[in-house]
């Protein structure tokens, strides 16, 4: 994983085929994803249940790009280990999950992963201020956590907050939550590099029928580059 902020799209395998990850990652990966989202929730810390860490490790095989794990748990620590295991490249905690963040983002780095903060839409941007030198990434969630399919909440004056914080430091901005072809170019001009896409890229889609996949991440990258 080397370091640029070149636009890169993520789709959330939240919004795949549960029955078919595997085949979802590799048509999705086909078609031009950049990275693969994987949205962990615990029905505690977010109202509702995904998947853990045995299906993390389960689909690795499949990920030829970047694993980026969201975790929407809470406790974290106790289960960061489990997801380095299971091959995340990156492993994001939310800063209001946790009682100690500087903590838990050290021990993501000492499992051997790349460590990532998310914010709420309700958290300010300097929370994460102390933490940038501990970070490989910080997620700006432009949803609720919980459910995709959600509508966008602007952020922009955080996301360009945040970009100004960061400065040179090589530490991506990853937007997650109702981007589409609309709301994409807002977050791509204030300084987001990693757009998370769920409904977005699999809408009208399927394994068996993949070519949408790659017009909506096309569609995606061509309305920031406008
Ligand atoms: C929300 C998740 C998101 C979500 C995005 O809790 O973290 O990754 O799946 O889905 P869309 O793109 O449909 O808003
Ligand atoms: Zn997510």
Same mark, same amino acid.
């Given at each position: 994983m080397t370091f640029d902020r070149s636009l890169k799209i993520a789709p959330s395998i939240l919004a795949a085929d549960f029955?078919?990850?595997?085949?979802?990652?590799?048509?999705?990966?086909?078609?031009?994803?950049?990275?693969? &989202?994987? $949205?962990?929730?615990?029905?505690?810390?977010?109202?509702?249940?995904?998947?853990?860490?045995?299906?993390?490790?389960?689909?690795?095989?499949?990920?030829?790009?970047?694993?980026?794990? &969201?975790?929407?748990?809470?406790?974290? $620590?106790?289960?960061?280990?489990?997801?380095?295991?299971?091959?995340?490249?990156?492993?994001?905690?939310?800063?209001?999950?946790?009682?100690?963040?500087?903590?838990?983002?050290?021990?993501?780095?000492?499992?051997g992963a790349r460590a990532g903060v998310a914010l709420n839409p309700g958290t300010p941007a300097s929370t994460v201020e102390e933490l940038l030198d501990l970070v490989d990434l910080v997620c700006v969630m432009t949803v609720n956590p919980g459910f995709g399919g959600q509508k966008f909440i602007d952020m922009t004056r955080k996301i360009k907050a945040l970009r100004n914080m960061i400065g040179d430091r090589p530490v991506h901005i990853e937007i997650d939550g109702g981007v589409d072809p609309s709301t994409a170019p807002l977050v791509r001009a204030a300084g987001a590099d990693v757009l998370v896409a769920g409904s977005a890229v699999f809408r009208g889609g399927s394994v068996v029928d993949p070519a949408p996949y790659g017009i909506n991440i096309q569609a995606i990258k061509q309305a920031c580059a406008e």
């Open positions: 029955a078919n990850f595997g085949a979802e990652i590799r048509a999705v990966e086909d078609q031009g994803a950049d990275w693969i &989202h994987v $949205d962990v929730m615990d029905g505690h810390f977010v109202p509702n249940i995904s998947f853990g860490a045995t299906t993390c490790a389960a689909i690795r095989p499949h990920i030829k790009t970047v694993m980026d794990v &969201h975790l929407m748990i809470a406790p974290v $620590d106790p289960f960061i280990s489990a997801f380095a295991d299971a091959g995340a490249d990156v492993i994001t905690a939310h800063v209001e999950a946790v009682p100690h963040i500087h903590r838990t983002l050290q021990a993501i780095r000492a499992a």
